[in-house]
């Protein structure tokens, strides 16, 4: 059965904007992207809206639904409570460009200053290496981000204090959590996690996890064991001293 | 133009688009902590009722274990207030000890977490804004001294060691003809008090990278990579943990101190 339904949607740009209200009939089975694709076929054809894959992989369509971070083509509409408007705007973390779009050029900007991969001698003659699987198992997990930057925007620490000249975010967290506990990494990032990249802004929150659709466990598996790992270069004697005295090999 | 200049305004406290009732969570960890935190101060003062004997038990407080100096059993360095300690205070056992399971719980990253939302609203919940516009983290002093948190985990584990040791003696009863095998309502408060207290503490994300996380290749440390699969199993629940073993250590504390005032009465079940 068809129900009508009011959409809350922002419109504006980098000067300015303001919510405007759609209101439109849904039918079962439809996401929050379909709504807005089809308010833009009818109502508001200068609508803009990123999207791309529509299937949770592409992470385009990010924006806030109902004031939390999500993929518009994941979240079903029959999550949401339609007895009162829905609202749509973009993410609140980086600069507006229209409507829903928003300028995520700053993500790919941090990434390029974060150490590479870099590994170590090959173990075969051939140039190729040999690792375990549980070796690879706890970084694979990092591996499934879509780079949807939704982890970025609910971080209040880029989105309510603005440091992105000093905090790199959880998304990035993630990534050098992928290089720095790689088996074949050489690598050290652990000085600039704690200087440049500012780890210790992280106060744990945990809202980078919830909001991840990819449902990687961000807080608890990438940045405290590379806050953890930071202790161990920087805060903590009885591990310098461990590190001189147990035997090597 | 700096680049915090091109993104929208830092929203008012409290202001949002949710329409969810965000607030209960943090209300809610605000006055759980709260309550845990007055009713722990005020047990640990008394200095009183922390041990009950009457019918033969030997329960002693977990505000009070280990009991340095007392007037019970367990006292191991005397039964008078160390000779140290400044006359214009009032002694208690607790005093001594207290701060280490509390530092424990302060430093830990899920408390971490969750206070810095309940009691600084730092942010009060996910995309809510916040009441203050500077932010420092946890890189510059005082939230720097978390790092100490492992330093904390060290000494709780022999916390879980002396509490398990304290639910054993829970099980032995005195009477005319000597000590005997005995389980009572308050065994088993204690026992649970130990394994919640250490299904917690043996979670703990930093002893979870101390055994085996510090390592990228676990499969050339095979007991490492069980330890870290071990706590790491814990450390899936360590919120749940955290706050099932906050709330029993303080009833741990209640029913023995109801007992020792004669208001709730031990049963032995054998």
Same mark, same amino acid.
């Given at each position: 059965?068809?129900?009508?339904?009011?959409?809350?949607?922002?419109?504006?740009?980098?000067?300015?904007?303001?919510?405007?209200?759609?209101?439109?009939?849904?039918?079962?089975?439809?996401?929050?992207?379909?709504?807005?694709?089809?308010?833009?076929?009818?109502?508001?054809?200068?609508?803009?809206?990123?999207?791309?894959?529509?299937?949770?992989?592409?992470?385009?369509?990010?924006?806030?639904?109902?004031?939390?971070?999500?993929?518009?083509?994941?979240?079903?509409?029959?999550?949401?409570?339609?007895?009162?408007?829905?609202?749509?705007?973009?993410?609140?973390?980086?600069?507006?460009?229209?409507?829903?779009?928003?300028?995520?050029?700053?993500?790919?900007?941090?990434?390029?200053?974060?150490?590479?991969?870099?590994?170590?001698?090959?173990?075969?003659?051939?140039?190729?290496?040999?690792?375990?699987?549980?070796?690879?198992?706890?970084?694979?997990?990092?591996?499934?981000?879509?780079?949807?930057?939704?982890?970025?925007?609910?971080?209040?620490?880029?989105?309510?204090?603005?440091?992105?000249?000093?905090?790199?975010?959880?998304?990035?967290?993630?990534?050098?959590?992928?290089?720095?506990?790689?088996?074949?990494?050489?690598?050290?990032?652990?000085?600039?996690?704690?200087?440049?990249?500012?780890?210790?802004?992280?106060?744990?929150?945990?809202?980078?996890?919830?909001?991840?659709?990819?449902?990687?466990?961000?807080?608890?598996?990438?940045?405290?064991?590379?806050?953890?790992?930071?202790?161990?270069?920087?805060?903590?004697?009885?591990?310098?001293?461990?590190?001189?005295?147990?035997?090597?090999? | 133009?700096?680049?915090?200049?091109?993104?929208?305004?830092?929203?008012?406290?409290?202001?949002?688009?949710?329409?969810?009732? &965000?607030?209960?969570?943090?209300?809610?960890?605000?006055?759980?902590?709260?309550?845990?935190?007055?009713? $722990?101060?005020?047990?640990?003062?008394?200095?009183?009722?922390?041990?009950?004997?009457?019918?033969?038990?030997?329960?002693?407080?977990?505000?009070?274990?280990?009991?340095?100096?007392?007037?019970?059993?367990?006292?191991?360095?005397?039964?008078?207030?160390?000779? &140290?300690?400044?006359?214009?205070?009032?002694? $208690?056992?607790?005093?001594?000890?207290?701060?280490?399971?509390?530092?424990?719980?302060?430093?830990?990253?899920?408390?971490?977490?969750?206070?810095?939302?309940?009691?600084?609203?730092?942010?009060?919940?996910?995309?809510?804004?916040?009441?203050?516009?500077?932010?420092?983290?946890?890189?510059?002093?005082?939230?720097?001294?978390?790092?100490?948190?492992?330093?904390?985990?060290?000494?709780?584990?022999?916390?879980?060691?002396?509490?398990?040791?304290?639910? &054993?003696?829970?099980?032995?009863?005195?009477?005319?003809?000597?000590?005997?095998?005995?389980?009572?309502?308050?065994?088993?408060?204690?026992?649970?008090?130990?394994?919640?207290?250490?299904?917690?503490?043996?979670?703990?994300?930093?002893?979870?990278?101390?055994?085996?996380?510090?390592?990228? $290749?676990?499969?050339?440390?095979?007991?490492?990579?069980?330890?870290?699969?071990?706590?790491?199993?814990?450390?899936?629940?360590?919120?749940?943990?955290?706050?099932?073993?906050?709330?029993?250590?303080?009833?741990?504390?209640?029913?023995?101190?109801?007992?020792?005032?004669?208001?709730?009465?031990?049963?032995?079940?054998?």
């Amino acid at each position: 059965m068809n129900k009508t339904v009011t959409f809350r949607i922002w419109r504006g740009d980098a000067t300015g904007g303001k919510f405007v209200d759609y209101t439109t009939e849904i039918t079962e089975g439809l996401v929050v992207l379909d709504v807005v694709h089809k308010i833009q076929a009818t109502q508001a054809n200068d609508l803009a809206c990123r999207w791309n894959c529509k299937a949770g992989k592409c992470g385009s369509c990010s924006a806030e639904v109902n004031g939390m971070p999500k993929l518009m083509c994941m979240t079903r509409m029959d999550t949401l409570d339609i007895s009162k408007p829905i609202t749509i705007e973009p993410m609140r973390a980086f600069p507006s460009i229209r409507d829903l779009v928003t300028d995520v050029s700053w993500n790919f900007r941090v990434k390029t200053k974060i150490k590479k991969f870099k590994p170590r001698t090959p173990d075969a003659p051939d140039g190729s290496w040999r690792m375990q699987q549980e070796d690879v198992d706890r970084v694979q997990e990092f591996r499934k981000c879509i780079e949807c930057f939704l982890c970025q925007d609910v971080c209040h620490v880029l989105r309510d204090h603005h440091k992105h000249e000093e905090f790199i975010g959880p998304r990035f967290l993630v990534y050098t959590a992928a290089l720095e506990m790689h088996p074949l990494d050489t690598e050290d990032r652990l000085e600039e996690l704690k200087q440049a990249h500012g780890i210790g802004f992280c106060n744990i929150t945990k809202c980078c996890t919830k909001v991840c659709p990819e449902h990687i466990t961000i807080t608890d598996n990438a940045i405290i064991p590379l806050k953890e790992r930071v202790v161990d270069e920087y805060y903590d004697p009885f591990g310098w001293l461990w590190k001189a005295l147990r035997p090597k090999g | 133009m700096p680049y915090a200049d091109t993104l929208p305004a830092q929203r008012k406290f409290g202001q949002t688009t949710r329409p969810d009732a &965000w607030w209960i969570q943090p209300l809610l960890v605000f006055l759980g902590f709260s309550a845990f935190i007055v009713y $722990s101060t005020w047990a640990g003062v008394q200095g009183t009722n922390y041990f009950l004997d009457a019918q033969g038990q030997d329960y002693l407080s977990p505000f009070y274990s280990p009991e340095l100096w007392g007037r019970t059993g367990h006292s191991l360095f005397g039964a008078t207030q160390p000779s &140290w300690w400044p006359a214009f205070i009032k002694f $208690s056992p607790a005093f001594l000890i207290m701060w280490i399971p509390a530092g424990f719980r302060f430093t830990c990253y899920y408390y971490r977490g969750a206070y810095y939302k309940a009691f600084w609203a730092d942010p009060i919940n996910c995309a809510v804004g916040e009441p203050r516009k500077t932010f420092l983290g946890e890189r510059y002093f005082p939230l720097i001294i978390q790092n100490v948190h492992r330093y904390f985990l060290y000494l709780a584990l022999i916390f879980i060691v002396l509490l398990s040791h304290d639910a &054993w003696r829970g099980l032995w009863f005195t009477d005319a003809t000597g000590k005997h095998f005995g389980v009572a309502v308050g065994s088993l408060v204690l026992i649970i008090n130990a394994v919640l207290l250490a299904s917690y503490t043996l979670g703990c994300h930093s002893l979870r990278h101390l055994v085996g996380g510090f390592l990228d $290749s676990k499969s050339k440390a095979p007991t490492c990579a069980k330890a870290y699969s071990c706590v790491g199993c814990l450390n899936k629940r360590h919120m749940m943990y955290a706050w099932f073993s906050l709330f029993w250590v303080g009833f741990t504390d209640l029913y023995i101190r109801l007992c020792s005032l004669g208001i709730w009465h031990d049963v032995r079940l054998f």
